[in-house]
């Protein structure tokens, strides 16, 4: 495999597979439908003519929205058009007699194999679920003859060359779904034999986003893993992540990232101005659901000697959709040896306060995409505000994350927030940068300076300093 296709990441890929998909189906539901729409009009069949017509307005705008970005709108349309189509034909069209046999339900077995491969980035429920009722569909048509024969059934002339066309178009399209799987297989093979070269190489490094409070002393850090590789350069943790989620490695990525953060938490406590800061680390569902997983943390900070009262884990809602009992036993244990729990983008996922109040945490994190548009849209600032008062009768603390203005800071201090992080500090240093960054910081005298440093600092001049 040449390099070109390792460097797009798997979710790039998945992307244009998809938007490719689209666009050949959009093509083939035009291809489809005008023929024999114009077919069935010449002969005055309205009813089958005005299905074909639906097959091309919905493959236009399948087509437009492969063309625009709008990927989702574009799977469901075509995955619910196709299926709808399909069966509805199948059922009361193309119900097999004596001389016919039944072809069009064909096309369902290349809709579950090629909505399996486009619905790759949705919840479980959609890509198992959605081919597996596309197969059931199948099942049931290709076994039996149900059906209903409407008065208005397609002329006995037609029915033959129908069959053959339908097999024939069946057959081109499972090919081509199974061809794209290959490629998919291929792709994700060289990524992960290249993500577990990374980890042996110890290609990952952790960057380190400061955590500041309302009177601008510097509590602590962020922990953001990275992709040090050697061709792609710095590459970003959504890029590899997810795949290292879906491929079972990120238990190993995990532990690399725990280590290095209690490594650096040895290193700083040796240090009078580093000793107090904290480092908050980012665990994946899949690492927490892993029966050792208290086991594999206790063991990092008895090898490394790091200070667990130092150490804080950011979880993620998602993560509590899965067996809660046992997640909170697991947070329990881990508060137990003093190390504290953030709630990672809190209000993006599915907030139940019923399960907030039997969390065992110490921290919610306001998400970016609510600080993003805190001082321009209403629902925004009053999520903010909820999400402080909650925390504030909870008694937690708050934190907001991706704070970029001076104004989005006051504002957010305003409704009692007392600790930030985000670009109004700094962007996630390298290790070197942020020690840096810490000494300079110290060095100034006036809260809320932005000091600009570091290899991944973006422009802009500190201010006030
Ligand atoms: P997150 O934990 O919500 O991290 C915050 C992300 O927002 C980081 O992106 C950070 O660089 C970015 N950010 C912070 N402040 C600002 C700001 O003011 N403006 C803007 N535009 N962005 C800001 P990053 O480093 O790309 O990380 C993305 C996500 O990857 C993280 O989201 C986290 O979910 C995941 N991640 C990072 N490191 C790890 C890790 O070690 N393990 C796991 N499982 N996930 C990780
Ligand atoms: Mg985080
Ligand atoms: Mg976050």
Redesign the pocket.
């Known amino acids: 495999m040449s390099f070109s296709m390792l460097h797009h990441d798997l979710l790039a890929v998945r992307t244009h597979r998809v938007r490719l998909m689209l666009q050949g189906a959009g093509w083939l539901l035009i291809g489809v439908g005008v023929p024999w729409a114009l077919n069935f009009s010449i002969q005055g069949l309205w009813v089958l003519a005005s299905i074909d017509v639906v097959l091309v307005v919905a493959g236009t705008i399948v087509l437009w929205s492969a063309r625009n970005d709008h990927l989702r709108l574009g799977w469901i349309l075509l995955i619910s058009c196709a299926y709808l189509a399909t069966s509805s034909l199948a059922f009361f069209l193309d119900v097999p007699d004596g001389k016919h046999p039944r072809s069009v339900h064909l096309f369902l077995l290349s809709l579950a194999f090629a909505s399996y491969l486009m619905l790759q980035l949705e919840r479980r429920i959609l890509y198992l679920g959605v081919p597996i009722l596309c197969m059931a569909t199948f099942l049931v048509f290709a076994s039996s003859s149900i059906g209903y024969q409407l008065p208005f059934a397609i002329p006995e002339a037609h029915r033959a060359a129908n069959a053959w066309f339908n097999n024939l178009s069946a057959m081109v399209c499972l090919f081509i779904v199974m061809v794209l799987m290959h490629a998919d297989i291929r792709v994700r093979t060289a990524l992960e034999a290249d993500l577990h070269a990374g980890l042996e190489q110890r290609q990952?490094v952790?960057?380190y986003?400061p955590q500041v409070d309302v009177d601008g002393r510097i509590l602590g850090a962020?922990?953001?893993?990275?992709w040090n590789h050697p061709l792609r350069g710095l590459v970003?943790?959504?890029e590899f992540?997810p795949l290292?989620?879906q491929c079972g490695m990120?238990t190993a990525?995990?532990r690399v990232?725990?280590e290095a953060a209690c490594l650096q938490l040895v290193e700083w406590s040796k240090n009078p101005d580093r000793a107090h800061l904290t480092i908050?680390?980012?665990?994946?569902a899949i690492?927490i659901l892993e029966g050792t997983f208290v086991k594999e943390v206790t063991s990092v900070l008895d090898r490394t000697k790091a200070d667990p009262t130092r150490l804080k884990i950011?979880l993620?809602e998602t993560m509590f959709a899965n067996d809660l009992d046992d997640i909170i036993a697991k947070m329990a244990a881990l508060r137990a040896r003093g190390i504290a729990i953030s709630l990672?983008?809190f209000g993006t996922g599915y907030s139940s306060l019923n399960y907030i109040k039997r969390l065992p945490l110490d921290q919610l994190?306001i998400?970016?995409s609510f600080?993003?548009d805190v001082l321009t849209d209403p629902s925004d600032a009053a999520i903010a505000r909820t999400v402080v008062s909650l925390s504030q009768n909870l008694g937690l603390h708050v934190i907001a994350?991706?704070?970029?203005t001076e104004a989005q800071r006051a504002f957010l201090e305003s409704i009692g927030c007392k600790a930030y992080?985000?670009?109004?500090y700094s962007?996630?240093l390298a290790a070197a940068d942020f020690e840096q960054f810490v000494q300079n910081w110290a060095r100034t005298r006036h809260p809320h300076v932005r000091i600009v440093s570091g290899l991944e600092s973006g422009g802009g001049k500190p201010r006030g300093a």
């Open positions: 990952l952790l960057h986003q962020e922990a953001l893993v990275r970003p943790p959504n992540i290292a989620e990120i990525v995990g990232v725990l908050a680390v980012n665990v994946s690492q950011e993620t990672d983008d994190k998400d970016k600080v993003d994350e991706g704070v970029e992080q985000g670009y109004l962007k996630p």
